[in-house]
């Protein structure tokens, strides 16, 4: 399929979740999913389950605070995905994964599926540490800013369309980075901007992140920068990652 009829494809898709009703979503729910959608041409594949060419482990802080992890311990599984492992050599390490490149404005697709036996906890970070929760929270009427959906800390989800664990389900999710002015700081009408879809459903449409208030506020705010993915204690799966920067998609960008 060529470029332009995948990202019509993919346009198309979430505009029709823009005026979807809030009801809550099911894995029938198929007529907005991108659940599969394979990267077009001009796309950036972090992930298509084959290695781990893309990636690195993170450090920063308390993660990995020396920067000694030199071997990535998370597993490739099921032919196509990858699954968060929490030993290296018989002893338990904590390990995060980053891409190996920085990235400014993009569109982001990533599958995961939550584990059977426990909370689901992981998140996906973009951008200085935004991170987008991953968690079994499907249940929740009306979900906190510590459930899935939820850019941690920061915003609830307009809708619960988390599934439960078992299933596959998609993040897609539009980033803007900030605009950094001569003195090293974000201009005050430059602040990042991010709009997500979680399993077709609209979650946070083109906020404005103004604001960093999760425990990895102190990242550098910088024109790029990395995937992130999380290691919480549960064995949660990825698969099918892959971006288009912003020259792939080029559009004007409104100020509100």
Request: charged share 25%.
């Amino acid at each position: 399929m060529a470029t332009r009829d995948i990202l019509d494809r993919l346009l198309v898709l979430m505009t029709a979740v823009s005026v979807a009703a809030a009801s809550p979503v099911t894995a029938e729910d198929s007529s907005t999913s991108t659940l599969g959608l394979a990267p077009p041409d001009g796309a950036v594949v972090l992930f298509d389950g084959s290695n781990f060419d893309a990636w690195k482990p993170f450090s920063w802080q308390w993660i990995n605070p020396n920067d000694d992890q030199k071997e990535i311990q998370w597993k490739l599984v099921d032919g196509k995905a990858m699954e968060i492992a929490f030993e290296f050599e018989g002893k338990r390490r904590k390990q995060f994964l980053c891409t190996k490149e920085k990235f400014g404005d993009y569109r982001l697709h990533l599958e995961f599926q939550l584990p059977e036996e426990d909370s689901g906890n992981s998140g996906i970070f973009f951008g200085p540490l935004y991170e987008l929760q991953i968690l079994n929270s499907a249940e929740k009427e009306r979900p906190g800013m510590g459930d899935c959906g939820a850019i941690y800390q920061i915003r609830v989800p307009d809708v619960n369309a988390g599934l439960g664990p078992g299933v596959w389900q998609t993040v897609d999710l539009k980033y803007e980075s900030a605009s950094i002015g001569a003195n090293g700081f974000m201009t005050e009408k430059g602040a990042a901007r991010v709009t997500v879809w979680l399993n077709g459903k609209l979650i946070h449409d083109d906020l404005r992140l103004s604001l960093r208030r999760n425990k990895y506020a102190a990242f550098p705010e910088e024109p790029t920068s990395p995937i992130v993915l999380q290691e919480h204690g549960s064995r949660v799966k990825f698969r099918n990652i892959w971006l288009l920067e912003k020259p792939v998609y080029t559009e004007p960008r409104q100020e509100k």
